[in-house]
C-alpha cells in the first residue's frame, strides 16, 4: 500500500485543534489492543499515529471506492446495501472499538447514510465510538476534506479542490435518528463550521 495523498491538493493545507479527538483518545488506555475502521485514504501520518497504541487498523477510503463503483462499473440500479457490502466486506465476527467517519457525513444523502450507518453498527458493541465531522456551511468541497493527525489535540485540515457543493446541512434531529443507536458521548462546534462529535455506542 502507498501511503500518500489520493488526489492532488490545491488549497493550503490548514492546521486546527481537535477537541473531538483528544476526547475520542481520552478513552485508548494503553494496557490493551484496540480495533480501528479508517473510512479516509491512507496517509502516512494517520498511521504513523495509531501505530503508539496497540491496535489493528483497517483503512478504506470509502467515499472515492463507492463513487468510483457507482460511476464505473455498476449499474446505477444497485442498491446501496449491495455496494456497501463489497466495500465493507467484514465477517459478522467483527468488533470495532473506534470507526473514524471523519467528514463523510457530508457527502451522502440520507438514505446512504442509514444504509451505511446500520451496516457500521454491524461491527459495533457497547462503548465502541464513532469519530465524525459535520459541517454547517452552506458550501463545502466537491471531495471530502483529507485530516492528518498530528497529536492527539491537532489534525492539518486539506481540502482537494477549489471547486464546492452545497452542503446538507443537517440539523440535530436529522443526527439524532441517524444515530438512534449510539450516543453523544461529546460534540464541539470549531470556528471554521464544523462540529466534532464522538458518538457512543448503547
Request: aromatic fraction near 12%.
Amino acid at each position: 500500500m502507498t501511503l500518500s495523498a489520493p488526489r492532488e491538493t490545491v488549497v493550503s493545507p490548514a492546521v486546527c485543534k481537535s477537541l473531538g479527538l483528544n476526547a475520542l483518545l481520552d478513552t485508548v488506555q494503553g494496557d490493551r489492543s484496540y480495533s480501528i475502521l479508517d473510512l479516509g485514504p491512507a496517509l502516512e501520518e494517520n498511521v504513523r499515529f495509531w501505530s503508539q497504541f496497540s491496535c489493528w487498523l483497517h483503512i478504506q477510503d470509502f467515499y472515492r471506492s463507492y463513487r468510483e463503483r457507482k460511476v464505473a462499473v455498476v449499474p446505477e440500479e444497485e442498491l446501496e446495501e449491495a455496494a456497501f457490502s463489497v466495500l465493507l466486506p467484514f465477517s459478522d465476527e467483527t468488533v470495532f472499538d473506534i470507526i473514524l467517519v471523519w467528514d463523510l457525513f457530508n457527502y451522502f444523502d440520507l438514505r446512504e447514510l442509514e444504509v451505511l450507518v446500520q451496516r457500521l453498527s454491524r461491527w459495533c458493541r457497547r462503548g465502541t465510538r464513532l469519530f465524525a465531522l459535520i459541517s454547517s456551511l452552506p458550501n463545502i468541497s466537491v471531495s471530502p476534506t483529507m485530516f492528518r493527525i498530528l497529536n492527539r489535540e491537532q489534525m492539518i485540515h486539506e481540502i482537494p479542490t477549489q471547486e464546492t457543493r452545497p452542503c446538507p446541512r443537517y440539523q440535530p434531529g436529522d443526527i439524532a435518528r441517524l444515530m438512534a443507536r449510539f450516543t453523544v458521548s461529546c460534540s464541539f462546534l470549531l470556528r471554521h463550521g464544523i462540529q466534532e462529535y464522538v458518538f457512543a455506542f448503547k
